[in-house]
Every structure is written in C-alpha cells, then in structure tokens.
C-alpha cells in the first residue's frame, strides 16, 4: 500500500502538464491562521529548513509539496542510479533543474511568489509545485496554503480576509482532501479558525486531523493535556501535539534533528502519558498513514471518473474531426451531407428528432392542415356583407328597368368579392413554410453537420446559397398561388357539379315566375272592378291642402319588402354554397402548389446548386479554413485525453494487493 501514494503523485504530474484541475486528487491541506506554526510543522516534517521565514503573512501562495522517498546515496551509488545528492528539490517551473542547496529552495519560493504576488504581501491563488526527493521522509502529498489573516498590510486587499477564506475553501472542499488543521497551544481552541473552516466542509469531521501547535509557549501551570485527549473539542481522525522551533532557535540555526530531540524530552517530560502519540515524527507517520487509507478509498471513484472523462473527451476530439488534407473530397463530403440531412429533415427521416417542438416537415404539414387550414374554415362565406350590399349589387345590375327576377350578374359581382378573401391567407401560408425552410437551415447546422462547425467561412457561405436558393423561389410560389385565386376569379361555374343550389334556385325563380304572373291577372281584375265602382272620396279641396306625396320624408331604415327578403336569400344561398366549393378548391391547391414550387424543387436543386456554386478551386481553401478556436480545442482536448488515458495506465498498475 505505501506505493499509492507515488501513484497519486505521478497522476498529479500528469494532469500538471496540460494546466487542467478536472480530477480532485486525494491530498493533505495544511490550514491555520497566520504564525500557528504551519511552516515549522511542514519543516519538521521534511526535516529540513526549506519555506520562507519573516513577520506578518510569509506564505502568500499554495505550496503542492510532494515528498518522495528515496534510497540512500550510498545505496544507490553503488546501483549507480539517481542524483548524485543525498536530498534534492525541483520546481515544475523550473524545468531540468535541480536544486541540492535547501537555501536555495527557499529563495526560489520567495521569488516565485513576488513574480505573481508583487514584493509587498500581496496574495495568488496560483500554486508553487515543489517535490523534494529524500531517504528522511515519507511518501506525503501537503498543501500549504497562506495563514488565515484579519488586517490588510501593505498593497493587499481590504478584503483579503475574504480572499484568503475562499482560496482556503476551494482547496478543502474538495472531498478527496485531507485537512491538517494546525491552531496553536497557547491560544483557545473554540476560537480557532482553522476548525471553524474545516467545519464549513467537514461536518462530521471524516477528514481532519488537529495539530496542536507551540506546546512550549503555553503560560505556567497550564497544559494541553484535556485538550489533546479530544476533551474539549473532539476530532474523530486525531488530535497530534508538537514543539516548533523557537525563533532563536532559527536565528542561531539549530538543527531539525536537535530539535526533534528536544521535542521529544518536553514531551516526556509533560506528557508523559501521551509522548509516543505525539511529536513530528508520529505525526508524519500518521499523515502517511491517513493518506494512503484515504487514497485507497478514493482509488475506485477515482478510475471510474477518468474512465467516464476518457470517453468524454475521446467524443469530443471526435466531433473536432481531423487535420484537412484532401480539400476537394471534404467539402463534398461536407455539402453531401448538409443537403441529405436538410432533405431527411423535411421528410422525417433525420437522426437528431427534436421533442421539444415540430420541426422540419412535420411542422409544414401543421401549417398546410392546421395553421392555413383552420384559416380558411374560419372565413364566413357571408362576412363583410349585408343585405343592403346585396340589393344595391341588384339594383345596380337591372340599369333603370325594375327587375322582375334575381339577375346572375349581382351574383357574379359578389361572389368575386368573397372569393378574393382567400388569396390573402394563401399568401401567408407560403410564407410561413419559407420561414420553416429557413430554420432547418439553423437546425441542420447546429445539430446534423457538427464538423460544418469547423469552418466558419464554408458555414456561411452555404446559408448563403440556400437563403438565395429559397428567397428565388419564393416569388415564383406565390405567383402560382396569385394565379389560383385568379383562375377562380376568371371563370364563376355555375355549372359545376357540386353547386346544387343554383338548379334549386332555377326552380325556386321558374315558380316566382309564374306567381308574378297570375299576379298581373288579378291585378288587372282588381283594377276593373274599381274603375266601376264609385269614386272614393277623399275630402273637400276646400277644406283641406292636396297631398304631396314628394315631400314625404324617406326612411333611413326600413324592413324589407317579402321580395326584397326573397331576393337576399337567393344571393346568400347561391354566394354561401359556390365560396364552400372554392375555398375547398383553394385549401386543397395551394399545400400541392407550395411543395412543387418551393419545398420540392429545393429538396431537388439543393446540393447541386451548392455544389455548383462552392464547388470552385480558388475557393476550396478559403471555405475550408478552420476557426481559431476549433484549432486550438482539438490540440487542448488531444492533450487532456493523453493525459486521461496516461492517468488510466497508471492507475491499472495498482493491483487489487496492494490496497490491502
């Protein structure tokens, strides 16, 4: 099992390569609040003076430190193998150098920071990637993050309290992460702030462990023992007691190894009863310890989720398509396929089916027999007329001679104008199908011919000659359905066979006919009779003024006479029933005339008209140059998939053994 950890690292350094933070890999975050001792603890840990010393806050970037455990110099000079050094450190930085002087490290580190942190404390969550190479220490993966500061100093923020938080936050979040939470002896642990954030994420405490800290510096009288026996506050993976290295003991430059002696005397000496679970040393080895238990538990989720990434990015490089090399055979490959996938669109028959909403040729069916059809049995054969319109279109049609029967022309004159009421919703549902033309033009971009993507220019240029190819066709259609209407309008066939009501009307006027006749006998009767008869009397002239029947006034509204009431329904009977017979003419013409002129000869014309037009020499490598972005997302995503699939070598090294 104490290879897991080396195998976390190398994964580390694969996923370094390509910049990316996609797999959260398991490690130990150092958290505490400025001057608890952080520095020292990961010092004692290597066992060498490495990090950056000074007053206010030193840490001003992550630090990825990886301890690797080596074989002595001895052992392996005599292999003839490795560095001919007992410890060294390199810097991902700072490529094919290594650094065998520890003070060199550390003046790295500083200048590092001040390259992306400026030289007056300020703060970078960019991380500084340190791995150092001893046979003192064990394998560990540590995260040393800034201290938790409460006052600005020098060019930092007001808010670097916040931002110190976050970045603390964004490392201990993460659930495969360790938290070494480090508070100092001599402050109250209810207080600490290294707990406090390590509760944010870690509620149940699964994956922190205390260090308390400066366990020499405690006031007279006073011990950490109910404190380190998890008394005050609990901490289900441990709580550790350490003694740091006073700052005369740095100034004077007193070894790590004394002072791990040292430590061990206080120990003994205070804590008598906890000495042999306390100290650097115990606390290194519970580190490694932790790290890889939590490693192998994370190990199984872990492979699952660069397998799944595999197979993401191994899709997506795919859909980038490859390098063009045969210009000619691509772009016909390419309008090939976006004229196919434009004709299986408006027949049903595309891969991408959209079941959000209609698309394609099943949302042209909806307009020809629910948008325009309902349209059009929406229209009152009547409406806009009125009895007045009809009797004046008689009367106008008889000239000056009172009509005795219903004259075809009125008829004729009104049933145009009805008629005429069809064009305009016929116009409109061509122009409704030109527009879902237009979208699958969108639609067969977007998700048919992904690899189009790649090419913006060839993109475009066939929108182009499909938009022109449409905006052609479209005045020709709707001058085909102009001349629907028109042809209606041109010949009114009273003969026609559906149009029943005109031969009973013929016989409905024959038996008016004969009606106004025997009509005119009786009257004639009527008016002999009175001519025989006494004259009526209708007053003396001297006593009263003779009527003028001119100077009556004429009624703006009057009710219809039972002839005039008569003649309307006639019209009406004759105008209702020869509309129906049209407008089911106009309702089944126009959707055939729609798909010949326009849908059809599209799903016809369209790759040759893309080929004929694109399809040119001086052309072919302008379409068929490749966006910028398309570029570099194909190289970013080989890179990441290498890396994935590096990662996935590694990981299939461990054997089921060495878990356990």
């Not at 049933?415 to 639609?443: T, W």
């Not at 009406?572 to 089911?584: A, E």
């Not at 972005?629 to 089921?656: F, G, H, P």
């Amino acid at each position: 099992m104490e290879t897991l950890i080396p195998i976390i690292n190398r994964l580390q350094e694969v996923f370094l390569t390509v910049g990316a933070d996609i797999i959260q890999l398991p490690q130990i975050v150092v958290v505490g609040s400025q001057s608890s001792g952080k520095s020292s603890v990961l010092e004692s840990l290597v066992g060498r003076d490495f990090l950056p010393r000074g007053s206010g806050i030193v840490t001003r970037r992550p630090l990825v430190l990886q301890l690797v455990n080596v074989a002595p110099l001895q052992e392996r000079k005599q292999m003839e193998i490795g560095i001919k050094a007992e410890e060294w450190g390199t810097f991902l930085h700072c490529k094919n150098q290594i650094f065998t002087d520890f003070s060199e490290i550390c003046h790295e580190i500083e200048a590092e920071t001040e390259r992306s942190s400026g030289d007056n404390k300020g703060i970078s969550p960019e991380p500084i990637y340190l791995k150092i190479f001893s046979p003192k220490v064990l394998n560990l993966t540590l995260v040393d993050l800034p201290g938790i500061t409460k006052v600005p100093v020098g060019d930092q923020p007001e808010d670097i309290e916040t931002q110190v938080q976050e970045m603390i936050l964004s490392f201990i979040s993460n659930p495969n992460s360790l938290i070494l939470a480090v508070s100092p002896a001599n402050s109250d642990l209810a207080t600490s702030d290294a707990l406090k954030l390590a509760r944010e994420v870690d509620p149940d405490g699964r994956r922190t462990l205390l260090v308390i800290s400066k366990l020499d510096l405690m006031d007279a009288g006073t011990d950490a023992l109910e404190v380190l026996l998890g008394r005050v506050i609990p901490v289900r993976l441990g709580i550790i007691g350490v003694v740091n290295r006073s700052q005369h003991d740095i100034n004077t430059q007193k070894s790590l190894e004394d002072s791990m002696r040292d430590e061990h005397s206080f120990l003994q000496r205070h804590y008598p009863s906890l000495a042999s679970r306390c100290g650097s040393r115990y606390l290194a080895k519970t580190l490694s310890r932790l790290l890889m238990h939590h490693i192998r538990d994370c190990l199984p989720d872990l492979k699952t989720r660069v397998t799944v990434l595999s197979a993401q990015y191994q899709a997506r490089l795919n859909s980038y398509g490859q390098p063009v090399e045969d210009h000619s055979a691509t772009l016909l490959q390419i309008v090939t396929k976006f004229a196919s996938d434009y004709c299986n669109t408006i027949e049903g028959t595309a891969r991408h089916i959209q079941t959000s909403e209609l698309c394609g040729g099943a949302r042209i069916c909806y307009i020809f027999h629910e948008t325009f059809g309902r349209t059009l049995q929406s229209i009152d054969p009547l409406g806009g007329l009125t009895e007045l319109d009809i009797l004046t279109a008689i009367r106008n049609a008889t000239g000056p001679r009172p009509a005795l029967f219903v004259p075809e022309v009125s008829f004729e004159l009104l049933v145009k104008r009805q008629i005429k009421r069809l064009e305009e919703p016929s116009l409109r549902c061509v122009e409704l199908v030109h527009e879902e033309l237009q979208r699958i033009i969108q639609h067969c971009s977007s998700h048919s011919t992904q690899e189009l993507l790649r090419f913006p220019k060839l993109h475009d240029s066939i929108v182009e000659v499909v938009t022109g190819l449409l905006r052609k066709r479209l005045p020709i259609t709707n001058e085909m359905v102009h001349n629907l209407v028109a042809i209606e309008l041109a010949y009114i066939n009273t003969k026609h066979p559906d149009f029943t009501d005109a031969a009973q009307v013929s016989a409905s006027v024959n038996s008016q006919q004969a009606e106004a006749l025997d009509g005119g006998k009786r009257w004639k009767n009527e008016k002999a009779a009175e001519e025989k008869a006494p004259a009526a009397s209708f007053g003396s002239p001297s006593k009263g003024q003779a009527i003028n029947l001119l100077d009556t006034a004429v009624p703006i509204s009057r009710k219809l006479s039972a002839r005039e009431q008569r003649d309307c329904e006639v019209i009406q009977r004759l105008i209702k029933c020869y509309f129906l017979i049209v407008r089911k003419s106009i309702q089944d013409s126009v959707p055939k005339t729609v798909m010949h002129f326009l849908v059809n000869f599209v799903k016809e014309r369209l790759q040759s008209e893309l080929v004929g037009q694109l399809y040119k020499q001086p052309l072919l490598q302008e379409l068929l140059i490749e966006s910028q972005d398309t570029a570099q997302q194909r190289t970013e995503v080989a890179q990441m998939l290498e890396a994935l699939q590096k990662a996935n070598n590694i990981i299939s090294e461990i054997r089921e053994t060495h878990l356990w």
